[in-house]
């Protein structure tokens, strides 16, 4: 029974989106499950898929969170 969890962030989907929709949700769980069942032959109903939905500031990259990360990303700093 393989369980997925696909995690991300909260932010970046469009002009006053901040999450990812019902629709897209849907998609995503059902080509994780496709792609598990064409590859390794797991059935769809043993499969489950869990979307996290993670806030930024819950968020770290490079040892810093997120939003500081960037800064010094755009700021071309290390």
Do not use: C
Request: proline share 6%.
């Amino acid at each position: 029974m393989p369980i997925v969890t696909i995690q991300v962030t909260k932010e970046g989907f469009g002009p006053g989106r901040d999450s990812v929709t019902s629709e897209e949700k849907a998609k995503l769980i059902a080509g994780v499950s496709q792609l598990l069942l064409d590859v390794l032959h797991k059935p769809l109903e043993a499969t489950f898929v869990v979307i996290e939905e993670v806030e930024l500031e819950n968020w770290g990259w490079g040892g810093l969170p997120v939003p500081e990360y960037r800064k010094r990303l755009a700021a071309g700093g290390d």
